[in-house]
Protein backbone atom coordinates (compact mmCIF):
# COMPACT_ATOMS: atom_id res chain seq x y z
CA UNK A 1 0.00 0.00 0.00
CA UNK A 2 1.53 3.70 -0.60
CA UNK A 3 -0.29 6.62 0.16
CA UNK A 4 0.24 9.43 -1.90
CA UNK A 5 0.24 13.50 -1.22
CA UNK A 6 0.08 16.21 -3.75
CA UNK A 7 1.47 19.63 -3.11
CA UNK A 8 2.66 22.92 -4.50
CA UNK A 9 -0.78 23.65 -6.66
CA UNK A 10 -2.05 27.48 -6.79
CA UNK A 11 -2.17 30.39 -9.41
CA UNK A 12 -0.09 31.37 -11.42
CA UNK A 13 0.25 33.30 -14.65
CA UNK A 14 0.17 32.38 -18.34
CA UNK A 15 4.15 31.90 -19.18
CA UNK A 16 4.48 31.56 -15.62
CA UNK A 17 6.12 28.50 -13.77
CA UNK A 18 5.54 26.26 -10.72
CA UNK A 19 6.82 22.92 -8.97
CA UNK A 20 4.70 20.05 -7.87
CA UNK A 21 5.67 18.04 -5.20
CA UNK A 22 4.00 14.17 -4.10
CA UNK A 23 5.26 12.85 -0.83
CA UNK A 24 4.63 9.00 -0.37
CA UNK A 25 4.54 6.64 2.58
CA UNK A 26 6.08 3.57 3.05
CA UNK A 27 9.87 2.09 2.62
CA UNK A 28 9.14 0.41 -0.86
CA UNK A 29 8.58 4.24 -2.50
CA UNK A 30 11.94 2.68 -5.24
CA UNK A 31 10.23 0.22 -5.90
CA UNK A 32 7.83 1.87 -7.87
CA UNK A 33 7.71 3.72 -10.72
CA UNK A 34 6.10 7.46 -10.92
CA UNK A 35 3.60 9.31 -12.80
CA UNK A 36 1.98 12.73 -13.00
CA UNK A 37 -1.43 12.88 -15.00
CA UNK A 38 -4.17 15.95 -15.09
CA UNK A 39 -7.53 15.94 -15.52
CA UNK A 40 -9.29 19.13 -16.84
CA UNK A 41 -12.94 19.26 -16.23
CA UNK A 42 -14.97 17.44 -18.53
CA UNK A 43 -11.63 16.00 -20.28
CA UNK A 44 -9.93 12.31 -19.74
CA UNK A 45 -7.10 12.30 -17.47
CA UNK A 46 -4.03 12.72 -19.30
CA UNK A 47 -0.44 11.28 -19.31
CA UNK A 48 2.95 13.99 -18.61
CA UNK A 49 5.25 11.83 -17.37
CA UNK A 50 6.71 9.06 -15.59
CA UNK A 51 9.91 7.91 -14.49
CA UNK A 52 11.12 4.90 -13.08
CA UNK A 53 12.17 3.62 -9.63
CA UNK A 54 15.93 4.53 -9.64
CA UNK A 55 15.58 7.45 -11.54
CA UNK A 56 17.51 7.21 -14.52
CA UNK A 57 14.47 7.19 -16.81
CA UNK A 58 11.90 9.49 -18.09
CA UNK A 59 9.39 9.46 -20.00
CA UNK A 60 7.20 12.20 -21.02
CA UNK A 61 3.95 13.29 -23.60
CA UNK A 62 4.78 14.99 -26.42
CA UNK A 63 2.69 17.65 -24.78
CA UNK A 64 5.00 18.43 -22.34
CA UNK A 65 8.13 17.47 -23.73
CA UNK A 66 11.00 20.64 -22.79
CA UNK A 67 8.24 22.01 -20.66
CA UNK A 68 7.86 20.08 -17.35
CA UNK A 69 10.31 17.80 -15.81
CA UNK A 70 9.55 14.84 -13.73
CA UNK A 71 12.54 14.04 -11.15
CA UNK A 72 12.29 11.70 -7.74
CA UNK A 73 14.32 12.10 -4.37
CA UNK A 74 14.27 8.65 -2.84
CA UNK A 75 15.73 9.18 0.21
CA UNK A 76 12.66 11.42 0.48
CA UNK A 77 9.88 9.59 -0.57
CA UNK A 78 9.13 12.53 -3.09
CA UNK A 79 8.53 12.81 -6.84
CA UNK A 80 8.57 16.22 -8.76
CA UNK A 81 7.20 17.76 -11.17
CA UNK A 82 8.80 21.08 -12.62
CA UNK A 83 6.41 22.92 -15.12
CA UNK A 84 7.04 26.27 -17.11
CA UNK A 85 5.80 28.05 -19.89
CA UNK A 86 2.31 27.32 -18.46
CA UNK A 87 -0.67 28.64 -20.74
CA UNK A 88 -4.55 28.61 -19.06
CA UNK A 89 -5.00 25.59 -21.16
CA UNK A 90 -2.71 23.99 -18.61
CA UNK A 91 -5.44 24.26 -16.06
CA UNK A 92 -5.97 21.17 -14.58
CA UNK A 93 -5.97 19.05 -11.28
CA UNK A 94 -2.91 17.14 -11.09
CA UNK A 95 -2.28 13.95 -9.61
CA UNK A 96 0.84 11.79 -9.19
CA UNK A 97 1.11 8.01 -9.36
CA UNK A 98 2.31 4.71 -8.09
CA UNK A 99 2.60 2.40 -11.45
CA UNK A 100 1.54 -1.06 -10.97
CA UNK A 101 2.08 -3.58 -13.61
CA UNK A 102 0.19 -2.02 -16.66
CA UNK A 103 1.75 0.30 -19.33
CA UNK A 104 3.31 3.87 -17.85
CA UNK A 105 1.89 6.21 -20.04
CA UNK A 106 -1.93 5.31 -19.39
CA UNK A 107 -4.24 5.25 -16.56
CA UNK A 108 -4.91 1.88 -16.14
CA UNK A 109 -1.32 1.64 -15.58
CA UNK A 110 -0.94 3.03 -12.13
CA UNK A 111 -2.27 1.46 -9.53
CA UNK A 112 -2.34 3.98 -6.32
CA UNK A 113 -3.40 7.59 -6.65
CA UNK A 114 -2.65 10.92 -4.89
CA UNK A 115 -5.80 13.33 -4.10
CA UNK A 116 -4.59 15.57 -6.62
CA UNK A 117 -3.73 19.72 -6.40
CA UNK A 118 -5.25 22.36 -8.74
CA UNK A 119 -3.54 24.10 -10.95
CA UNK A 120 -4.78 27.22 -12.50
CA UNK A 121 -2.79 29.42 -15.42
CA UNK A 122 -4.45 32.72 -15.61
CA UNK A 123 -4.21 34.72 -18.65
Known amino acids: QVRLVESGGGLVQAGGSLSLSCSASGRTFRSYDMGWFRQAPGKEREFLAT????????VYADSVKGRFTISRDNAKNTVYLQMSSLQPGNTAVYYC????????????????WGQGTQVTVSS
Open 51 to 58: ICGSGGST
Open 97 to 112: AARGVGVATVRSGYEY
